[in-house]
């Protein structure tokens, strides 16, 4: 799809050239991107490839080192966000920039204020903003405070307030990240009634399925360089897979059947708060066998964290009991926890899973680095430490195979591979995951899956919490579906549907479903 320069009037969006450097790393190589005038076009790539810097430099946010923007066939230089808004280009990012404390119809207008002489005219405002919202489908209630409106709802006054300051060109960011099923359907909904308008809209995604369904084109970027633009209806996510990471790549794990051993894990009327004092988990109950992947699904910020916080030691339960093992282990601190076989995968690896400050192998010892080998006498034995960690860097495939790397250092994916090594290599007897994948590539994803089967094959009871719903599907023995701190049901995924879990995710319970009440 080359684009010489006397036909750049036939696109929206030109990009020529593009280069960005920061210290140590070239993040856009001489980008070239082409988007025709009323498309969906897909930017996708791994972590790191470049594609919200490109997106970042045609709104404005950060400055090329080098290149043309041509909007329009006419070429413009856009030094900040204002002067992307008067060329027509709305970016909605991927974490909202809302006021909370705001209405809706506040938000929309913040910044772009319709003035009745000095005064602040609302009523014209909310019957610009109530037009607009009919026009495209994007319905909302004007009223609605943002601290209390769903995150669905919060995307559509992003895209309204957009469109409010005459946007043309939509740069979409990763926007089905934290939506329901349904909300994702609604979401593809008001694009294509955008498209068929007349807007143009770029769309950045990691999910391939998504990019298959909504898109026209599609442009892929490796290490910053682009490696592939495609039409949709001519290619499958295999292939934009191969040009993403240079190789083949197994998109779906291959999980063989397995009959599940007994019970290791049981929690019974749990009930757990958050930092605020509400009530996060409100009386659940489940239990987790021997060689069996327990997928917890949910949006975010519905009791998960909580959870698994309660059950990993890190928060206190204010009631209900669990047990490993049949001993009752509830509100045992993590070292406790830890040395009975249970290992956590947290979802904020940073956080809670590394010391960046420390080595790659000080960081695969934490909570054994006080027993034997590694510990000899109240003494580290370093020599030992340090091939130790050399072996678990080769196995793991953490690069580079360094381990004198300090965590801080390392690439997302690496640093998820280090706390993997670690964890599994402690003989657990169960291991949560929490949000394992979140923000990886294709390529880690694809690993870290392998080994989380590799766990179950080893007859490890396995808890997986994650808001990717293709992951829970293709992982999962059951699947129980949170909302609010309550469970909404229990499923096997081969008698269940994305829609279903979908509905439980937004609210409904199973037995609801079930009997057509929603």
Known sequence: MAAGIENVKDYAVVMRGITKRFPNVVANDHVDLFVKKGEIHAIVGENGAGKTTLMNQLYGLINPDEGEIYINGKKVNIKNPSDAIKNGIGMVHQHFMLVSNLTAVENII???????????????????VKELSERYGLYIDIEAKIEDTPVGMQQRIEILKTLYRGAEILILDEPTAVLTPQETE????????????????????HKLNEVMEITDTITVMRLGKVTGNLKTS?????EIAKFMVGRDVLLRVEKKPKKPKHEVLRVENLWVKDNRGLDAVKGISFNVRAGEILGIAGVAGNGQTELIEALTGLRKAENGKVFLLNDEVTNKDARILREKGLVHIPEDRQKHGLVLQFPGYYNVILGRHYKTPFCIDGFLDMRYIIDYSKK??????????????????????NQQKVILAR??????????????????DIGAIEYIHKNILKLRDEDVAIILVSMELEEIFSLSDRIIVMYEGEIMGEVMPEETSYEEVGLMMAGSKLEMIRSGIK
């Not at 913040?110 to 610009?128: T, Y």
């Not at 009634?193 to 950045?204: D, P």
């Not at 678990?392 to 997302?412: C, H, Q, T, W, Y």
């Open 110 to 128: 913040l910044g772009s204020e319709p003035r009745k002489g000095a005064v602040l005219d609302i009523k014209k405002a909310k019957k610009e």
């Open 186 to 205: 609604e979401l593809f909904e008001i694009m294509r009634k955008l498209k068929e308008s007349g807007k143009t809209i770029i769309f950045i995604s």
């Open 234 to 238: 001519q290619t499958n996510p295999k």
């Open 392 to 413: 678990l860097f080769e196995d793991f495939d953490v690069r580079p195979k360094d381990p004198k790397i300090l965590a801080a250092n390392l690439s997302g994916g």
């Open 423 to 440: 964890e599994m290599s402690s003989s657990p007897i169960v291991s949560i995951f929490a949000q394992p994948t979140r923000g990886l």
